[in-house]
């Protein structure tokens, strides 16, 4: 069954440091896909990106950055020059292409303060 | 364009109560979904469905009941609260089970 681990569950940083959000996932299947998803305080849920396993290139957007490491089983998260408004939950999330037809598995997620 | 929406925003219940949390979608999505958010565990998965008269079990079904009578429309529903079921829920749809999927504005729930 698919897992995904995001073991940091809360990180502070200063206004315009850079922070790396941790994700390791587990899964059977040889075609998968990633996704992380956006929480503000204001409880909505943001999809930010979505990647699948065949794809190991990184993706840049803006000041957000993601890193797909087959090797290591691992899809982090950099915010460059993280901003006030980039304090959220952010969760990691998997779904397997041909195991069953369960929707996305989600991490437990990792709580972002940025101070100013 | 509403894109799913949740009914109530909030809702307090009595142990023993029930209730239906409403979820409608208008962007013909055939997979749809019910997650509960508690502090600390993430989004777990109650039940899904993958279209019209489909229906199963997610990570944690006890308590819950959902069917699916038409494409647009997901209800869950609370059998008997429970203290336990203090929750917020979001529920979601998508195009197909590995797309992106788009969430309501979740509901609050409280059992006292």
């Known amino acids: ?116 | 364009n509403a894109g799913v929406t949740q009914t109530p925003k909030f809702r307090i219940l009595k142990i023993g109560q029930s209730m239906t949390l409403q979820c409608a979608q208008d962007m013909n999505h055939e997979y749809m979904s019910w997650y509960r958010q508690d502090p600390g565990m993430g989004l777990r998965l109650i039940h899904y469905s993958v279209g019209a008269g489909i229906t199963d079990q997610g990570e944690v079904p006890n308590g819950y009941n959902v069917s699916r009578s038409t494409t647009e429309d997901f209800p869950l529903r609370l059998l008997s609260a429970a203290p336990s079921q203090t929750s917020v829920y979001f529920c979601a749809s998508s195009y197909s089970r590995n797309s992106p999927l788009h969430f309501g504005n979740g509901t609050r729930l409280t059992v006292t």
Do not use: H, M
């Not at chain 1, 850079?18 to 956006?38: G, H, Q, S």
């Not at chain 1, 915010?79 to 952010?90: H, L």
């Open chain 1, 1 to 116: 069954a698919q897992k995904v681990t995001q073991a940091q569950t809360e990180i502070s940083v200063v206004e315009k440091e850079d922070v790396t959000l941790d994700c390791v996932y587990e899964t059977r299947d040889t075609t998968y896909y990633l996704f992380w998803y956006k929480q503000p305080p204001s409880g909505e849920l943001v999809f930010l990106i979505r990647r699948n396993s065949f794809d190991e290139q990184n993706e840049i957007s803006g000041r957000y950055s993601w890193n797909f490491q087959k090797s290591t089983s691992s899809f982090n998260f950099t915010i460059t020059a993280s901003q006030v408004v980039d304090s959220a939950v952010y969760f990691c999330a998997l779904s397997e292409a041909y195991s069953g037809n369960t929707p996305l598995v989600f991490g437990k997620g990792t709580r972002l303060s940025v101070i100013a």
